[in-house]
């Protein structure tokens, strides 16, 4: 049953918040602290020591912030996700965690179901934002369009394609998408490549964005 676990490293420069994550999280039946860590470079070498399944990150540390962590950590454990939780709900934290590779921003004014639901939601593939850092994601990306005209990739995606996209984009894994559409799960991947292919996008947080730009999915 353990093994099934959820796998956790917490990342805080603050003794109390750790404390205070631990009681919270160990509380799930199925999630499990294997590791902390009070700064980036600590974070890094328990990543690569531990191969956790979701690292809670906080970005500002000492000795190298969240955002480097994070960056290093996707490098050296692929596998790993990176959740922010942290203080930070102005644009530029928000962007540049997303950039270095992580799959979830949570501040920590959040209620505690949110950061576990948030958790469960990254570990099991999917994309999770706080509803007020979504909004400055769709804000973003309604500034960066106005005005300007984006290749019209999307008219290339087949009706198929663009149905598996808004469900990627809705954090569905492929064995849900192969379920919900009645398709082998070898199908939905190869569509899923498809549309990163012909939309010239590398990671689901850009398919994400891509589908709230083009209004396919409800951020609220």
Do not use: W
Request: proline share 4%; charged share 25%.
């Amino acid at each position: 049953m353990a093994e099934s676990r959820t796998r956790l490293l917490l990342v805080d420069d603050h003794v109390v918040v750790r404390s205070g994550l631990r009681m919270l999280l160990q509380a799930e039946p199925d999630l499990t602290i294997v590791g902390e860590a009070e700064n980036g470079a600590q974070a890094v070498s328990q990543a690569v020591a531990l191969q956790p399944d979701v690292v809670v990150m906080d970005i500002s540390m000492p000795d190298m912030n969240g955002i480097e962590a994070t960056r290093r950590i996707k490098v050296a454990c692929p596998h790993t996700t990176v959740l922010a939780l942290t203080v930070h709900e102005d644009d530029q934290y928000f962007f540049e965690m997303l950039n270095a590779g992580a799959s979830g921003y949570v501040p920590k004014r959040a209620a505690p179901d949110d950061l576990v639901s948030a958790i469960r939601a990254v570990r099991a593939g999917g994309v999770f934002l706080y509803p007020s850092v979504a909004k400055v994601l769709v804000k973003d990306y309604l500034h960066r369009t106005e005005g300007s005209e984006r290749p019209s990739t999307y008219d290339e995606l087949t009706e198929r394609e663009r149905e598996v996209l808004t469900l990627i984009a809705e954090g569905l894994r492929n064995q849900e998408i192969a379920d919900q559409l009645v398709l082998s799960v070898k199908t939905v991947d190869r569509h899923r490549e498809n549309i990163m292919r012909k939309l010239n996008l590398h990671r689901r947080v850009d398919l994400v964005k891509y589908a709230i730009e083009k209004g396919l999915i409800d951020v609220g």
